[in-house]
């Protein structure tokens, strides 16, 4: 029993959600309208804070909800939207109570469902760093004593003493992920806080969640990225629909969870029907990734390869007819561009009408981990873009295999081939 | 270390629940630093800063002076009518500005309350005790008026800690039911500025209680800041008024209302996240 750090037995948690009244008579209407107030007061003052009696529709957003965390375990809570991630984090952060069930929490918790919570525009950086430390659970000793490394890791030194609402967005998140980073809670509730932020600050972020895990501590972490989900957890949840789903180690659980969604989101199709094609000589009929196992992925790892094909319909004979595929990095830088063309036997036939299938191969050791985007478009050289489709897919790149010490700068990290060989002075090979 | 680790229990609250003011106690550093923010932001940005505590008790104890002592001759149990107000105006403008600031307080901590756990108390305390400042300032000019006036308090002033207490009960109470509401029903942000305005009148600041006879004059005291005011003209300014079953009948009500509101604030707590 002493190694559990939180227990979630049967947690439900019911929400009303408005329904409109009937429609009545005009005298119902009229007469509910002059008594509402009353009964409105009445209702209150026994405490009650139903709307209107019995006409209110209630959604269960989470549901006879049970797992266990050991202490110093990590694990990961994913799940669609609606899933009631943010419900779940919610009831164990103690925000909102649950309808039914009950969770415990063996030590001290922290939860951080958002970075620089209660941050005062008008007060200076160093007024926030305590009173934002106060309100995530710190006293003011704690304060003092992390305060200058609290200072250095934002790196807002300069400003410290400046009203936060002359920062800018990215002084006041990091002075904000330094405060919250600096919080030492036995047991870590961390909602989605990566997502906010430039590539660079998340890998910070993602950094400093890292070495918390290596601490030892217990760490409840909910997230999109399915690749920062692998990367930190060893256990993953996953929730649908306020239902547990799935528990088990975070890459089965992961998989699983992206199979599950490949139509929805690991695929993108365009139907007859679809504005973005409709008239023009090429249309594009379907786009997706996919793993060497001939899998549909969302995620990759560092060290695999990565297939993507994208189907296309020609409509008219077109001579010379390119579609490019352009990879975006989740700065937007262009990572680079290939074509269906790019082989030396190409020479600019014509693509008689037809629906073709082009795939092609991202190596492997070549993408940092992250996530990236990718564009498609339909072109004649020199002549016209026929269609053009922006950000079709999104993947991840997890740090699995990701093995370069220190981390490499750059848009890319490709592991190249080196050879030493070493000379003596005399220009001599030894 | 097994032994000491804290274990909480996250379960469905029923009915009335404990008012746990020891949690209170353990979050007071928070409560500290949610006061210390109020403070400081209260005048950030504004031309005249602090002496905005100063001018509003300062201009309608003038525009009293003017109407109720100089033109409607009222009447101020023979002390010079400009301190008679303004001595009522001092806990009345706490009064009434710990209502407005404290009814809003859970609405503009929204942000805060939806990600972050604390006892809810701590934030309509904090925008009522923030004001204490403000009295203190006002509390210099009144001060200040004495001198011009030459009117030294007796030895009764000792009993201005425990009038102090009365207002800041009353103040509490109050804000406790307001601020509650106004998570629910948005309604109560145009009931204050009209609450007060009626409050006012029925608190004896531009007249003297003494213009009722008793029993109604104690009676009348149920209205806490009735007690206060009193307490606070005998006080200082050595008032013959004997206002001690007033003050009496004040304590109650205040208390009553201060409970209450305790209570139905921990009631509705558990919803604010949701409905904020």
């Not at chain 1, 680079?336 to 693509?351: A, H, I, K, L, Y």
């Not at chain 2, 009915?15 to 500290?32: D, I, N, S, T």
């Not at chain 2, 602090?50 to 001018?55: E, F, R, S, T």
């Amino acid at each position: 029993m002493n190694d559990i750090a939180i227990r979630v037995a049967e947690i439900g948690k019911r929400y009303r959600i408005g329904k409109a009244e009937k429609y009545k008579t005009l005298r119902d209407t009229l007469a509910s309208a002059f008594t509402a107030p009353f009964r409105k007061v009445g209702s209150l003052l026994q405490g009650e804070v139903t709307d209107d009696t019995g006409l209110d529709e209630h959604i269960w957003a989470l549901k006879d909800i049970a797992f266990e965390v050991r202490r110093g375990e990590v694990i990961g809570v994913i799940g669609g939207n609606g899933a009631g991630k943010s419900t779940l984090l919610k009831i164990l952060s103690r925000i909102t109570e649950p309808t039914t069930g009950f969770a415990e929490i063996h030590g001290r918790v922290g939860s951080l469902l958002e970075v620089g919570t209660g941050f005062h525009q008008e007060l200076t950086g160093r007024e926030n760093t305590y009173l934002n430390g106060a309100i995530l659970g710190m006293n003011k000793k704690e304060i003092d004593r992390k305060f200058d490394e609290i200072v250095a890791f934002s790196e807002v030194e300069k400003f410290i003493d400046t009203p936060v609402k002359h920062y800018s967005s990215g002084m006041y998140l990091r002075l904000a992920f330094a405060v919250a980073a600096h919080l030492e809670p036995e047991i870590l509730i961390v909602d989605e806080v990566l997502a906010v932020g430039d590539a660079g600050f998340q890998q910070k972020c993602l950094g400093k969640m890292g070495s918390v895990a290596k601490e030892g501590r217990t760490v409840l972490f909910v997230s999109h990225n399915m690749g920062a989900i692998t990367q930190l957890c060893g256990t993953a949840v996953q929730l649908e629909k306020g239902r547990l789903k799935r528990i088990g180690p975070a890459a089965e659980v992961v998989n699983s969870y992206l199979s599950a969604v490949v139509g929805a989101e690991l695929k993108s199709s365009w139907s007859d029907e679809s504005s973005k094609s409709n008239g023009s000589d090429v249309r594009f009929r379907s786009a997706r990734l996919l793993s060497t196992d001939e899998q549909p992925l969302s995620i990759t790892t560092f060290n695999e390869s990565l297939r993507v094909e994208i189907a296309y319909e020609v409509k008219v004979p077109i001579r010379n007819l390119s579609v490019t595929c352009l990879l975006y990095d989740s700065m937007n830088n262009l990572v680079f561009e290939s074509m269906d063309t790019d082989m030396p036997e190409w020479n600019g036939q014509v693509r008689e009408p037809d629906i073709y299938r082009a795939t092609t191969q991202i190596p492997p050791f070549l993408l940092r981990p992250g996530r990236y985007h990718l564009s498609f478009a339909a072109f004649v050289e020199g002549v016209r873009v026929i269609e053009h489709l922006q950000r079709v897919l999104t993947f991840d790149v997890s740090g699995v295999g990701y093995t370069l010490q220190p981390k490499r700068d750059g848009i890319v990290s490709p592991v190249l081939d080196w050879k030493v060989c070493r000379f003596s002075e005399n220009g001599q090979m030894v | 270390m097994e032994s000491n680790t804290q274990v909480i229990r996250i379960e469905p609250s029923k009915g009335w629940v404990a008012l746990q003011l020891h949690e209170l106690w353990a979050y007071r550093e928070l409560l500290y630093f949610l006061i210390w923010r109020d403070v400081m932001v209260r005048y950030k940005q504004t031309a005249l800063g602090a002496a905005w505590a100063i001018i509003q008790p300062l201009f309608t104890m003038l525009v009293f002076s003017l109407f109720f002592g100089r033109l409607g001759k009222i009447p101020s149990d023979g002390i010079p009518y400009p301190i008679f107000a303004y001595v009522a105006l001092v806990p009345w403008t706490f009064f009434s500005q710990g209502l407005s600031q404290a009814s809003n307080s859970l609405v503009g901590s929204a942000n805060l309350i939806k990600k972050v756990y604390f006892p809810r108390l701590c934030v309509p305390i904090a925008a009522v005790t923030s004001g204490l400042i403000d009295f203190a300032l006002a509390f210099m000019v009144l001060l200040g008026m004495m001198l011009y006036y030459g009117i030294l308090p007796g030895g009764k002033v000792i009993w201005l800690p425990v009038l102090l207490l009365l207002t800041i009960i009353t103040s509490l109470g109050v804000s406790l039911w307001l601020s509650a509401l106004n998570v629910r029903f948005r309604d109560v942000r145009h009931i204050v500025p009209f609450l007060t305005q009626i409050w006012l009148f029925a608190t004896p600041i531009a007249y003297p209680s003494s213009l009722l006879s008793e029993p109604w004059r104690t009676l009348y005291s149920i209205n806490p800041m009735v007690g206060v005011v009193e307490g606070f003209r005998w006080a200082l300014l050595g008032a013959e008024t004997a206002p001690g079953p007033m003050v009496m009948v004040s304590f109650l009500a205040a208390l009553a209302i201060l409970a209450s509101g305790l209570f139905y604030f921990r009631r509705l707590e558990k919803t604010f996240a949701d409905v904020v």
